[in-house]
Every structure is written in C-alpha cells, then in structure tokens.
C-alpha cells in the first residue's frame, strides 16, 4: 500500500489517527489474492488507495500534526499484515482459533471456559485545565502487572481509546439531578483483526446534590450482549448502594467461567442489608443470536424500512444510523449487522461514533456506523459519497442511493416482508422474535446461495475452488441471478468461500442445519 504510506506517515492527532487507523484496516483486508486456481478475479484497489490517499491528506491539513506514538503506532499498523488476508495456502483448515463456527468468519469469542471479560473500568468527567469537561478512567480492574512490552502498549492503546468511546457525545456536560441510564456498546478492533467490545452502563451515581455522570464499561471478547446487559443491571443496582459493592460482584464474576451454550453460572454477591444473592446468568443456546435484539430494531423501523437496509447492507454500502438515545443506537446497528447472518461485516464498523470522529462519513469505503442525532447537521455538511442515512427516531430515511427497492429479487422480498413478525404479533418471548427474525434472512441466504458447495471443485491435494460462473449460472431465476452476481463480488462473500474452499468437511452450524433442511425437503419433492 505505497499510496497511504507516503501520504499518511506523518504525525496525527487522536481523531485522525483513529479514523485513518480504520479505512487503512479496510484496505488490508480487501486487497487479498483469490486462493491458485480459483476462478474468481482478484479485487482491485488502486481507486481505493488513491481515494483514501486523498481522503488522509485533506484530514491532515485540517487537524494538523500531533502524537508521535499514535503516529508510531499507525505506521505499524499500515504494514502487519492482516489475518483475514487469502493465504489458503498457509492456514490450517481445521484450526478454529476463536471457537466460533469458522464459517462465519467471527472475530468475536464464543468458548466455553473464557473468563466473563478483561477489564472492568469506571469512566468520570474531570475538568481539564480550560475548565471543560473530559472522560477519564478512574478506575480499572483488573490492575494488570508483568506485562510484556507488546502486551503493555496494547494494553495502553485499549484504555486511552475507552472514554472517548464511553462519552462519545463531547463535553458539553453539567452537574445534574436526574438521569436515565443509557445501556450501549461499542466494537474495538486490534490490528490483528480481533475485536474487543465495551458492554457500557451510563449511570447518575446516587447523592442529594446534583452529580455528574459516569460509565461502568465491561470490556471482553466474548458477544453475548443479553448477557452483559443483565450483568449491568446487577452493577448499577450495587452501584446506587456503594461502588464499593460493585467490586466484589465483578471479582466473583471474573472467578466464574463463561457457560457452554443453554447452560447457566450461578454468582453469589453480598449486599448490605439484603444479604447474599444468587445471580444466574444463562448463555443462549444459539451463538449467531447472542447479541442481537431484533425487537428495538422493529419498534424503530417498518418491515419494508428494514428490507431496504438489509439489501444496501448486503452489497456492503455506507450506511448511518440516527438516533436520539446511545442505548437504542447501539441495539439496533447491531442487529443490522446480525441480519447477514452467516455472512459477517468486515468493514468500518462503529455502533456509536464519538463527536471527535465524525470525519468517518468522508471514508471512501463502505462502513456501518451509528451517530447520535444531534449531530444531524454536522454530518450532512460532510462531503459524504452515496449513504443511506437511517433516523431511528423517526423510523425514515433522510438520504438513500434510490436503487434500494431494485436490490433484492422481488418474489424474495415479498415473502421475507410477509414472514417478519410485527411488535403487535402473537410471538411471545424475546428469543422467540429473535429467532424468527433471524431465520426469515437465514432462508433467505439458504436458497440464494445454499448449493455452493456444489460448485467447489477439489484438487488432489485437497485445495478447493469456487467455481463462480456455473455458481451464478445454477440459479434458474434470472433476478435472484442477478442479485447473486453483486453479491459474489462482496467481501463478506469472497472471506465465506475461502474458508469453505479449505476443507470438504463442512463445519456444522446453525447455517449448515437449516441448508441440510433445505435440502432434504427439495429431494424430498423431487422424489
């Protein structure tokens, strides 16, 4: 990437480092070569590169210099080299590093046995010294010692980007009486492409004086957010008594192991004047459900609303959510993304932008991002390429492409409208909706590219191939195979075939089930 690198090595303050950090990420993991012998074109990046080169010189001219270990640090991360890059020829096709189901190509961790989280930080407002308020982490646990070099600078990188994600709606704050609390997460991921989610509970500490606000974060791996959201609730009732009941809490919960799916851990807590507490915290029995909460995204949008953001989601494009509140910004770009299902977003991916980094609408590649509505004004004065731009709080589009409805097949769409559930139906729990959400794209999925494996053709030595143009040509319907043909050249499905050109054996998952169902009702009518 000699295009970014001459540009972009200089010095750069927090805002632009980060945001560049993000799209040079982006570059590496598009600009992979397709697997010998494999049928499918190489991506081209030189627009990107020249794009993003232009992109960084204008930010730099805007916010100027500063920083050299964030310069340091985003030099080196230009140059590792990415995990999700195609070398097939080097992986070990049986190795699941995460624990997840490998087709998914998850970034998150779902293994039993995993401690509950990393960090537990407390985020304050302090008065810097122009009397504004900033976010400050005061305090963190667990206190980490002996640690290697790399694993300190990591570490040092992990918490000074923490706040700013915990209070990412600037520091016009003041002393207040009353506060809702506001549950919300965000997505940081390390230049190996692991990613690291901040389970967040914004709070009004108890007290008869008026009282800033403050963010208790559980920072972890694993991608249960049913789960840590109950964990919150548990730390803010503490909280309200003394933050000095959180921590015990906290210290038995890091003690116990993460479940197994469907399995429960039991955690027991003192409280002054309640005595000890049970808390039973159950993992769902479904990984691709753990964090995702269909309904906020159904009380914001229609069914039609959602279908049109699912087929510009599809085709990787930029996409901005709106909302009022962080906790239903979060939730529902969240789930956004859990509708691609097996299908996993590897772009530009931030549930709640914090005010510094604004300038993200103005990266040239696609990207996910949720920002709170206040900021409206600001973000259409950026000089934004084509976007749908989503407003939760109203359930409309402030600014679409205009081929949205055009995307998907129409006979598809009209039966996806027809099976998703509304707020009003007779679908009783929570994980009931989800799952009928869920398997509504999931048959999507299955009968627009179910008969893959039919087009991998395997050498002697056990290396695959993705045979794309009889994949194309085995659909029937000339507008599902049009849809298949865009869909073919996107990211999210060339990383799918690559790890499905690895092994004949397929991985079982939920995916795998409900394509074997499939199947076996299609031969089923045939015979």
Same mark, same amino acid.
């Given at each position: 990437m000699p295009v970014i690198k001459e540009q972009c090595n200089s010095r750069f303050d927090w805002q632009l480092l980060l945001s560049a950090h993000r799209l040079a990420r982006e570059l590496q993991r598009v600009s992979f070569q397709p697997p010998e012998g494999s049928s499918r074109p190489a991506i081209d990046t030189k627009r990107d590169e020249e794009a993003a080169a232009a992109w960084c010189g204008r930010e730099r001219a805007i916010y100027g210099m500063a920083g050299e270990r964030f310069a340091r640090f985003f030099r080196n991360s230009l140059v590792q080299k990415s995990s999700r890059r195609g070398d097939s020829q080097d992986a070990n096709p049986t190795e699941n590093k995460s624990g997840a189901d490998?087709?998914?190509g998850s970034s998150f +961790?779902? +293994?039993?046995?995993?401690? =509950? =989280?990393?960090?537990?930080v407390v985020v304050s407002l302090k008065k810097d010294t122009k009397g504004n308020y900033e976010p400050k982490i005061t305090y963190q646990f667990p206190k980490r010692?002996? $640690?290697?070099r790399g694993q300190r600078e990591e570490e040092e990188r992990l918490l000074q980007a923490i706040p700013l994600f915990c209070f990412p709606d600037g520091n016009e704050w003041a002393p207040l009486m009353e506060y809702k609390s506001e549950t919300f997460s965000f997505v940081l991921t390390n230049i190996d492409g692991s990613r690291k989610i901040g389970y967040c509970r914004r709070l009004l500490p108890s007290g008869r004086d008026a009282r800033l606000p403050e963010v208790y974060?559980? #920072?972890?791996c694993l991608g249960c957010f049913g789960l840590f959201s109950k964990i919150l609730d548990e730390v803010e009732k503490r909280r309200q008594i003394s933050a000095a009941v959180v921590y015990p809490f906290m210290q038995g919960l890091r003690e116990s192991p993460f479940p197994a799916p469907g399995r429960t851990v039991t955690i027991k807590s003192f409280i002054p004047e309640s005595g000890t507490e049970q808390i039973e915290l159950t993992r769902p029995l479904d990984s691709h459900l753990e964090h995702v909460e269909f309904q906020a995204?159904?009380?914001?949008? +229609? /069914?039609? *609303?959602i279908l049109l953001i699912f087929a510009s989601v599809v085709l990787e494009r930029r996409i901005i959510f709106l909302a009022d509140e962080l906790s239903s910004l979060s939730t529902c770009i969240h789930s956004a993304a859990a509708l691609l299902? /097996? =299908?996993t977003w590897a772009h530009t991916y931030i549930p709640v932008v914090p005010e510094k980094l604004l300038s993200t609408v103005c990266c040239p590649t696609p990207f996910m991002v949720g920002i709170q509505k206040r900021y409206l004004a600001e973000v259409q004065d950026q000089p934004m390429e084509e #976007? $749908? @731009? #989503?407003? @939760? +709080? &109203?359930?409309e589009f402030l600014k679409w492409v205009g081929d949205e409805e055009e995307i998907l097949p129409p006979k598809l769409r009209s039966e996806m409208l027809h099976s998703l559930p509304t707020m009003n139906n007779n679908i009783q729990t929570s994980e009931e909706f989800n799952a009928h959400v869920s398997d509504t794209f999931i048959q999507f999925f299955v009968r627009m590219i179910g008969h893959y494996p039919a087009h991998i053709k395997w050498s002697r030595n056990g290396t695959g191939s993705f045979q794309e143009q009889s994949f194309c040509k085995a659909l029937t319907s000339k507008t599902n195979r049009r849809f298949v043909k865009k869909f073919v050249k996107t990211q999210m499905f060339s990383l799918f075939i690559q790890e499905a050109e690895k092994s004949k054996k397929c991985i079982e998952g939920y995916f795998q &089930? *409900? @394509?074997n169902e499939y199947q076996e009702k299609k031969y089923r009518r045939l015979s």
């Amino acid at each position: 990437m000699p295009v970014i690198k001459e540009q972009c090595n200089s010095r750069f303050d927090w805002q632009l480092l980060l945001s560049a950090h993000r799209l040079a990420r982006e570059l590496q993991r598009v600009s992979f070569q397709p697997p010998e012998g494999s049928s499918r074109p190489a991506i081209d990046t030189k627009r990107d590169e020249e794009a993003a080169a232009a992109w960084c010189g204008r930010e730099r001219a805007i916010y100027g210099m500063a920083g050299e270990r964030f310069a340091r640090f985003f030099r080196n991360s230009l140059v590792q080299k990415s995990s999700r890059r195609g070398d097939s020829q080097d992986a070990n096709p049986t190795e699941n590093k995460s624990g997840a189901d490998i087709r998914l190509g998850s970034s998150f +961790s779902y +293994s039993a046995g995993h401690p =509950f =989280f990393e960090y537990l930080v407390v985020v304050s407002l302090k008065k810097d010294t122009k009397g504004n308020y900033e976010p400050k982490i005061t305090y963190q646990f667990p206190k980490r010692e002996n $640690l290697l070099r790399g694993q300190r600078e990591e570490e040092e990188r992990l918490l000074q980007a923490i706040p700013l994600f915990c209070f990412p709606d600037g520091n016009e704050w003041a002393p207040l009486m009353e506060y809702k609390s506001e549950t919300f997460s965000f997505v940081l991921t390390n230049i190996d492409g692991s990613r690291k989610i901040g389970y967040c509970r914004r709070l009004l500490p108890s007290g008869r004086d008026a009282r800033l606000p403050e963010v208790y974060c559980i #920072v972890s791996c694993l991608g249960c957010f049913g789960l840590f959201s109950k964990i919150l609730d548990e730390v803010e009732k503490r909280r309200q008594i003394s933050a000095a009941v959180v921590y015990p809490f906290m210290q038995g919960l890091r003690e116990s192991p993460f479940p197994a799916p469907g399995r429960t851990v039991t955690i027991k807590s003192f409280i002054p004047e309640s005595g000890t507490e049970q808390i039973e915290l159950t993992r769902p029995l479904d990984s691709h459900l753990e964090h995702v909460e269909f309904q906020a995204l159904l009380r914001c949008l +229609s /069914p039609e *609303k959602i279908l049109l953001i699912f087929a510009s989601v599809v085709l990787e494009r930029r996409i901005i959510f709106l909302a009022d509140e962080l906790s239903s910004l979060s939730t529902c770009i969240h789930s956004a993304a859990a509708l691609l299902y /097996p =299908f996993t977003w590897a772009h530009t991916y931030i549930p709640v932008v914090p005010e510094k980094l604004l300038s993200t609408v103005c990266c040239p590649t696609p990207f996910m991002v949720g920002i709170q509505k206040r900021y409206l004004a600001e973000v259409q004065d950026q000089p934004m390429e084509e #976007v $749908l @731009l #989503v407003d @939760l +709080s &109203q359930g409309e589009f402030l600014k679409w492409v205009g081929d949205e409805e055009e995307i998907l097949p129409p006979k598809l769409r009209s039966e996806m409208l027809h099976s998703l559930p509304t707020m009003n139906n007779n679908i009783q729990t929570s994980e009931e909706f989800n799952a009928h959400v869920s398997d509504t794209f999931i048959q999507f999925f299955v009968r627009m590219i179910g008969h893959y494996p039919a087009h991998i053709k395997w050498s002697r030595n056990g290396t695959g191939s993705f045979q794309e143009q009889s994949f194309c040509k085995a659909l029937t319907s000339k507008t599902n195979r049009r849809f298949v043909k865009k869909f073919v050249k996107t990211q999210m499905f060339s990383l799918f075939i690559q790890e499905a050109e690895k092994s004949k054996k397929c991985i079982e998952g939920y995916f795998q &089930q *409900k @394509l074997n169902e499939y199947q076996e009702k299609k031969y089923r009518r045939l015979s």
